[in-house]
């Protein structure tokens, strides 16, 4: 990015900390669209603490969770998810990212839509077999047609992904400029939720 932009990054944030109050802001999606290295850049440009929740959970452990679904199975691991996400909603403003089916959980989205702001990162399937490819620590892609369960993970969790109120599109582009995409999509939805806010609270005055 050349000077003007991060000015602008720069700009945008301060506007998003002003208007973000204690809100989390919680990225969705599934395996491979880069919640982890966007978050990680976004919590730094928005100078906030960063969360993985599988980080999280694998220090609740004592165990990666690999080795938790491969020892105690996905109940438990989804169950232990479940703490750990609401632990995490308990405070902010901070950035996490979620793993894959985190947001599925029906008392997590409803948690994340009360207290936080989700934001999905939209990734194509060409993009998420690309990245996840490069690692054989995805207990779900653990099969002899990995693909095919990712199309049938987009089918499934797609549709819900897209409840979150904030949409942008992960691709393979540098980390630095889909951080500045996150951040010009959340101030937007920052600021057009706070017109619509004082518009409505002058309506009932």
């Known amino acids: ?13 301060r506007i998003i900390r002003g208007l973000i109050g204690k809100r989390p802001v919680v990225l969705v999606g599934l395996m491979g669209s880069g919640k982890s290295t966007i978050g990680r850049k976004l919590a730094q440009v928005l100078d906030v603490d960063f969360y993985d929740s599988d980080a999280e959970i694998e220090a609740a452990a004592h165990m990666s969770v690999k080795d938790l679904f491969a020892k105690y199975g996905e109940p438990e691991f989804r169950a232990l998810e479940q703490r750990v996400m609401l632990r995490l909603m308990n405070d902010g403003p901070r950035v996490i990212s979620t793993g894959g089916g985190a947001f599925m959980n029906a008392d997590i989205r409803a948690a994340v839509q009360e207290r936080g ?3 999905w990162l939209d990734a194509e399937l ?20 990995p693909e095919g369960t990712m199309r049938a993970l987009m ?6 992904y897209a409840e979150a109120p904030i949409r942008v599109v992960s691709r393979n582009e540098k980390k630095d400029v889909m951080a500045a995409e996150v951040v010009e999509a959340l101030r937007n ?15 009932v005055s």
Do not use: C, F, H
């Not at 996840?132 to 653990?142: A, C, I, N």
């Not at 089918?155 to 819900?160: E, F, G, M």
């Open 117 to 119: 702001i989700a934001i």
């Open 155 to 160: 089918d499934k969790r797609y549709p819900v």
């Open 126 to 145: 060409n993009v998420l077999m690309e990245r996840v490819g490069r690692r054989e620590t995805r207990p779900l892609l653990q099969n002899d047609d």
């Open 1 to 13: 990015m050349d000077t003007t932009e991060l000015a602008w990054v720069a700009n945008s944030a």
């Open 189 to 203: 939805w920052l600021e057009q939720d706070a017109e619509t806010r004082l518009a409505s609270a002058a309506t």
